[in-house]
């Protein structure tokens, strides 16, 4: 997660895992910039005036130091400004409390603001002066103010006299010594002082410079302040301690009123009363005293003031009414009507809010009739209703129709239109939908995090806000899908880690197509595609079987089985490996097939009915280099309808001359060493059935060669092979050429 910042100050939030072994420096960054919020002094050169549409700027900027985060902002100029000076600070969502001072020239003054330029929302520093100023962040109409606008000095003038004798004219006053030794007695018929007036150390003090009098107090907050702790004791019509006392010895009787309190305005008339509070006797028991207030809606001076308000010694409220019947009981006309039962609103109590039993609160209104009709309901257990008395939830959204019925959610942005915001509820066909009719994003989240969105294009993501396609999994754990069948207990898991798709079944993973099954990958891990049966050449059924032992099986009840085909150039078709070393190949040269190993192949060629030995490199020709078939590994029989031909041409040969008289000796011997005789091999194989062959053994050949002084080895119709018997043992296995023998012997002959 990337780094965020705060609002106000632009101090850089440090994302979950990010800055690994750097973040270092960004705390000590922000340590710098709460510093500079906090108690940094910076001076502000304004090299022009500016103007609302293109002002002077302060910037909080975020994570980084700038002029508008400073705690102390002094404003100087470059030169001759020209007039007042423009400032806006942003952003214009950031709160904040400065000192400013306007230090410029002159007599210019300084217009500060924030957000789009409003006269009534800025401030204007005068010259010379410093403010306090707060910028309430409210965006484009932000407000900027003066903290300290609503206090007032005052100017304290406190004067202490200390003397022990004092010269007032003959030192008494209507007979009162002033200075004796006991306080003295003295009436008085006028009281006259320039100064405050102090009665028994603040019992009744009077402040002049306030026009203020005090009871209890030497500093009265109002014309008459009284001030001490009183105490209503439990016993009727007693009053102790310091509070203020109003008695009436007025008549007892029920209604009557006894003392008060008068409200009168500014006037030269004494009976312009204009409000008053008094005490009421609210019953036939004279001990039982409520309080009456009193107002005065008249142009006529006489006209008497009016009861609106009364409290009954029941401690009840009634306004516009003497008899209240609830707590608080509203009477009039219009307004809000309060009794026992019910709350009442508008003129003709167009709505209620009743008390039904077992606690349940109702919410009626007027609908044209006679009577109220229940829109709402709160039962006993706290459950609401809106439009149905069945409460099941504790929220319960009902309509009488069979339309649609939705839960619409609004703000500022979204407005409150039918068609704005976010719906919950159900459509004329009993679907349940949540419709979110802004082009913004849906989001679920649990725990306050966010895990599923579906944003404004259709794309749904668990996992991440950001899905890149219809359906967008993303989690660090694994598995990311689990499909469990609780049936049968058992469940497959679908996982998604550094980029591999991998599915993980119990059982069986089965691929279907129009409800058939077209392919499965059963327990064992055979990968099985038209069929369930795991050897579908064995049970001679149609389909395809790889398994985890490396073997595969096609099987097609007609056709090839298998296509193997490269595309563009000669090649390697099928390669064969033993422990992953190449033991021969399949490929194509020219259209032709070849087949070959790492010493030597065979090649098909296409449109010549021949076999053509080739090397394994990509199927060349390969002419005079292979053998076909070896000592060890004969063909038994070779069935040809021509004949061997063998290179005879004399551009192939060279050292012609005739047979030496050695050579034609061992010619002639060789008709005598023709003889009869059956192959091991054939008597083991079929016994006594074993067919006769006649030829030359080569052995006796070879001594035939080696009595004339010759080496018969040298001869191509004698050759030894070495190979490695059924024992282990190394044996050499001798070979007669028939073809150059007959030669041999015919040219003796």
Request: charged share 20%; net charge negative; hydrophobic share 35%.
């Amino acid at each position: 997660m990337a780094s965020t910042y705060t609002v106000n100050l632009g101090i850089e939030k440090i994302g979950t895992g990010e800055q690994s072994g750097t973040w270092g420096t960004t705390t000590n960054t922000n340590f710098d910039l709460i510093d500079e919020a906090v108690n940094g002094v910076i001076t502000v050169t304004l090299s022009s005036a500016g103007s609302s549409g293109s002002p002077n700027s302060l910037v909080v900027t975020n994570g980084a130091s700038s002029n508008g985060r400073n705690k102390f902002i002094e404003f100087a100029d470059g030169g001759d400004l020209g007039g007042t000076a423009f400032v806006q600070l942003t952003p214009n969502d950031a709160e904040k409390i400065v000192h400013v001072r306007n230090s410029l020239s002159g007599s210019r003054s300084v217009i500060i603001f924030q957000g789009t330029y409003n006269a009534s929302n800025d401030f204007e520093i005068p010259n010379g002066k410093d403010v306090v100023l707060k910028f309430n962040g409210g965006g484009s109409g932000a407000t900027v103010t003066d903290v300290f606008a609503d206090l007032q000095p005052t100017a304290l003038t406190t004067a202490t006299l200390t003397a022990t004798t004092a010269d007032i004219n003959g030192g008494t006053i209507d007979g009162v010594t002033i200075g004796g030794a006991s306080a003295g007695a003295g009436s008085f018929t006028t009281l006259t002082a320039s100064d405050d007036v102090n009665f028994d150390s603040g019992t009744l003090f009077v402040d002049a410079s306030a026009d203020s009098v005090g009871i209890g107090t030497t500093s009265p907050q109002a014309k008459l302040d009284v001030s001490g702790v009183g105490n209503f004791s439990t016993v009727y019509n007693t009053f102790s301690g310091d509070g203020l006392h109003i008695q009436c010895s007025g008549t007892a009787g029920d209604g009557n009123y006894a003392g008060g309190i008068s409200f009168s305005r500014i006037s030269s008339d004494n009976d312009s009363r204009a409000a008053g509070i008094s005490g009421v006797q609210t019953e036939s028991d004279a001990d039982r005293v409520g309080l009456a207030f009193f107002t005065h809606n008249s142009n006529t001076t006489s006209a008497a003031l009016v009861e609106a308000m009364r409290i009954d010694s029941d401690g009840k409220v009634g306004i516009n009414t003497t008899s209240p019947g609830g707590r608080l009981s509203v009477r009039g006309t219009s307004g809000l009507g309060i009794s026992d039962s019910h709350l009442a609103f508008g003129t003709n109590q167009d709505a209620y809010i009743t008390t039904g039993a077992s606690g349940i609160v109702v919410f009626r209104e007027h609908d044209g009739s006679s009577t109220n009709t229940e829109r709402a309901r709160i039962d006993a257990d706290g459950n609401v209703g809106i439009g149905t008395t069945t409460i099941n939830e504790k929220l319960v959204l009902g309509s009488a129709d069979s339309g649609s019925n939705f839960l619409q959610v609004t703000n500022s942005t979204t407005t409150a239109a039918d068609n704005r915001g976010l719906y919950v509820g159900i459509d004329a066909n009993e679907a349940a939908r949540i419709l979110n009719r802004e082009n913004t994003d849906l989001i679920f989240s649990t725990n306050n995090t966010t895990r599923m969105t579906l944003d404004n294009s259709g794309n749904l993501g668990i996992g991440t806000t950001s899905p890149s396609s219809v359906l967008h999994l993303s989690t660090s754990n694994d598995p990311i899908i689990t499909l469990t069948d609780t049936g049968a207990g058992a469940s497959a898991d679908i996982t998604g880690s550094n980029g591999n798709l991998r599915l993980n079944s119990q059982t069986a993973t089965i691929f279907d197509m129009a409800d058939s099954e077209v392919g499965r990958i059963d327990s064992s891990g055979n990968f099985l595609v038209a069929t369930t049966n795991n050897s579908p050449v064995g049970a001679n059924v149609v389909g395809v079987g790889l398994f985890p032992n490396g073997s595969g099986q096609f099987s097609r009840d007609g056709g090839i089985p298998l296509f193997v085909n490269r595309k563009s150039s000669d090649g390697d078709l099928l390669s064969f490996r033993k422990d992953g070393t190449e033991a021969g190949v399949i490929g194509s040269k020219n259209g032709d097939l070849v087949l070959g190993t790492e010493a030597c192949g065979m090649r098909f060629i296409d449109g010549d009915p021949s076999i053509s030995p080739v090397t394994t490199n990509g199927g060349t020709l390969n002419d005079n280099a292979i053998d076909l078939g070896r000592s060890t590994s004969r063909f038994k029989d070779i069935y040809r309808a021509g004949s061997t031909i063998s290179t005879s041409d004399r551009n192939a040969k060279q050292d012609e001359r005739p047979l030496t008289e050695a050579e034609a000796t061992v010619a002639q011997a060789c008709k005598g060493l023709l003889k009869a005789f059956r192959f091991i091999d054939d008597v083991e194989t079929d016994g006594d059935g074993a067919r006769i062959h006649f030829g030359i053994i080569a052995q006796d050949l070879q001594a035939a060669f080696e009595a004339e002084g010759l080496d018969a080895n040298r001869y191509a119709m004698f050759r030894p092979s070495t190979f490695t018997n059924d024992e282990g043992n190394e044996e050499t296995r001798l070979g007669v050429c028939y073809e150059n023998l007959l030669a041999f012997i015919i040219a003796a002959l």
